[in-house]
């Protein structure tokens, strides 16, 4: 989000012809996702910290990334794996110090890459002292800083909402007699952001981290921030998305980033429920809010009516379908982000492919077809060797206050604890959570102590050094095209988004074009062996050979497409 982001009128050439903006730096960068507690440990205590991110650099490196958000690591009591935050300026224990930040930012910026931080400003840590100051008294000069409200005379809770994490969204604070809002844990009070002075707080402390050197923000659920006055009443149909949201970005990108024309910097908003016609405001670069956002929309496709944790199959022609709107919905206007996994998300090998027989083609194919739309592409550490789900049989082996929560609640209601366990070998966070296993043995390489988690069960022959070493079907390896191809290829970044056969229910197939240049995208989301017809493109109906970008099969280059094989093709 600079100057160089926000494209400028075109001025008239000579010619007459209108000269393009410039794309911004990040349309043809591809971000890596850390999620710290378990991607390395150095000093043997069991969880990832930033001495293991600083030594493994150089995969990162090696894998091409421009760009590494880290998931937080502020001080944090750790209720929700450090999405619960007591002090914004400084860094947990657990996971090193300032100086260790420092370095390992220095490190990644002499490797040529940038660093993103969370930023987690919809709510606080119950510890963080802004909420202790604040819920000291009924008219502490913080009280106003957090959203707090009476119950009803009934002994009733303000609103019927829900916490994401089970339960009421209200907790009672017995010294007040009030309830404070919490969307999430209990121990994670929302901010009040109709209060100028904690805007003005959050404003100076990002601020103080660019001034460090940190190059962007990815900002956790950033469109829950504004909560509408009204919204908080009983009975209110209304949930968190407030009207003031635009307001506030803009006054955050006034106080933050517009004056900061000579950086390259990146923002990213995570906004679950946010449709394509919110998010073009958001990301529309005359508008002055977000560079991107991360949709729901098609990690949402597999849940039932009430709970994600009611999982349905993922079906391709609704998946496909969706990701297609997005192009569509934000090809003038606005940009997208591209994931199919996060820290919150299950393994996507996993859920959208196959963790067993065709493992590597499943992955490599949902790398291909998700790094070959218009938009950023963020890859989650471990994707990049196609780690699979958790494979927990035991309640005792999760950690995920979501999950714990969830299990206790169903329990409690009657719920049969094996299909409880079989939701949560499905849908966990913890299938995304457990330690990158750069290696065999004990720790996986990962930590020579315990791991604060356990390794992922069932598969202890995938390793990062087992991939990397695998020729010919390294799934690094295949990512490590996918990002070289955006990079050189304009028609990656930027070329125009055409899905094909949508109605096909094994065949994800789509071209990109930008002038002259062509790319057809085929991918077969089966088992099986697919025929392609050749009418769907006149490339193929040339039956000309075309020229293969990248295939998860070399030497399948006829009409017959191999289970999940994809292939890219000039066209
Ligand atoms: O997640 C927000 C969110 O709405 C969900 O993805 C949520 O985590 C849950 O899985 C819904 O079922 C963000 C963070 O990414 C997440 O890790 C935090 O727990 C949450 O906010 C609270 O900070």
Redesign the pocket.
Known sequence: MTDDATPTPAPETAGGAPRLPEPAWWTSAVVYQIWPRSFADSDGDGVGDLGGIRQRLGHLHDLGVDVIWLSPIYRSPQA??G?DISDYDDIDPLFGTLDDFDALLAEVHALGMKLVMDL?V??TSEEHPWFVESRSSLDSPRRDWYVWRDGGADGSLPTEWRS?FSGPAWALDEATGQYYLHM?ATA?PDLNWENAEMRAEVHAMMNRWLDRGVDGFRM??INFIAKDPASLEPGSPRFVMGERIHEHLQEMHREVFAHRPDRELITVG?M?GVTVDDAVLFTAADRGELDMVFQFEHVGLDSGPDS?FDNRPVELVPLKASLARWQDGLAERGWNSLYLG???QPRSVSRFGDDGEHRYEAATLLATVLHLHRGTPYVYQGDEIGMTNAGFTSIDQYRDI?SLNWHAERLAAGDDPEALLEALRTRS?DNARTPVPWAGGAGAGFTTGTPWIDVAVGRPELTVEADRASSGRSVFEHYRRLIALRHESPVVALGAFELLAPDDDRLWAFTRTLGDEGLLVLANVSGEPYELDPALHPALRRRLVPQVVVTNAPGSTGLTLGPWEARVVRA
């Open positions: 929700d794996a999405y987690v919809n709510h994401f999430f994670q956790d659920v995570e679950p994600k996060n820290h919150d979501e966070r």
